[in-house]
């Protein structure tokens, strides 16, 4: 596991989310805190339907973790909630919420994938049981589940794909399996995303958030290569030696152009 991050049931407080993110990147502004932003939302009139307690899981223990552990995310999100498609959008939605929790993405890496490639169509709660049941075994909780929270939890990974699109289907029987497709501003997002944390451009390429998308790093260098003929990088390849020259300079940047 990355960084000794352990598995959480931080899902439990919501799962995609996309249409509460949506309202509360309108209501974000620059340097606000997750208080701030709750009160600014309890405020708004946007979520009647919702408990002031509710609210206040939804803002602290999904979007802030999501969207505002990042600088700029949360600013670079709210422009693009405009400009880009739905499907667009909702893709790096996907990306920052399996970020922040780990469970999730690894559960799309490990299982979702897998299943699809070797040919499944669907996905039970008993695939996602069998995971959660493995990694408490594994020591990838930082305490023993009991078999009430293994099921909680499975529930939440499976609606969790379901939100982002992935799974289709009743939550009462195997749900379809729905391929994501990365959309190039979101394979453009990302390369930019990974080059502005510092990584070098082998390690932008192997990094295991293209497998989110189904990607391993020979469809990663190609989807790089589209990337390329439309401008947002020059690529250069020698069999296995890769160098990228990056056209654009910031996030800010890369935001300007994405939101044309």
């Given amino acids: 596991m990355t960084e000794e991050r352990f598995y959480s049931t931080q899902l439990q407080a919501g799962l995609g989310l996309i249409e509460e993110t949506r309202l509360l990147l309108e209501l974000y502004q620059s340097g606000m805190t997750t208080r701030e932003l709750f009160a600014k939302a309890l405020e708004s ?24 552990r990042t600088p700029g995310v949360a ?14 959008f909702d893709q790096l939605l996907f990306l920052h919420t399996a970020r922040a929790n780990l469970i999730l993405a690894d559960f799309v890496r490990e299982v979702f994938w897998p299943r699809y490639s070797a040919g499944r169509d669907t996905l039970a709660r ?11 075994r594994e020591g990838k909780t930082q305490s023993h589940w009991a078999d009430s929270t293994i099921r909680r939890v499975s529930a939440y990974l499976l609606g969790s794909c379901a939100d982002f699109g992935m799974l289709a289907g009743s939550s009462r029987g195997p749900r379809t399996i729905q391929p994501l497709r990365v959309h190039a501003k979101t394979a453009a997002y990302l390369a930019y995303d990974l080059h502005v944390q510092g990584l070098g451009d082998n390690q932008v390429l192997a990094h295991p ?22 401008g947002f990088l ?12 990056w056209t654009l300079k910031t996030r800010e940047e890369l935001i300007d152009v994405l939101a044309r």
């Fill in 45 to 68: 009139g946007l979520f009647p339907r919702v408990s002031a307690r509710r609210l206040r899981n939804i803002v602290g223990e999904c979007f802030a973790p999501r969207y505002l």
């Fill in 75 to 88: 600013l670079g999100l709210k422009r693009l909630a405009g400009s880009l498609e739905r499907g667009e």
């Fill in 126 to 136: 008993e695939d996602a049981m069998e995971f959660a049941s493995h990694a408490v």
């Fill in 209 to 230: 958030d293209w497998q989110l998308f189904g990607l391993e790093w020979t469809d990663v260098r190609d989807q790089f290569k589209r990337l390329a003929l439309q």
């Fill in 234 to 245: 020059i690529l250069q390849t020698a069999g296995d030696v890769t160098h990228i020259s």
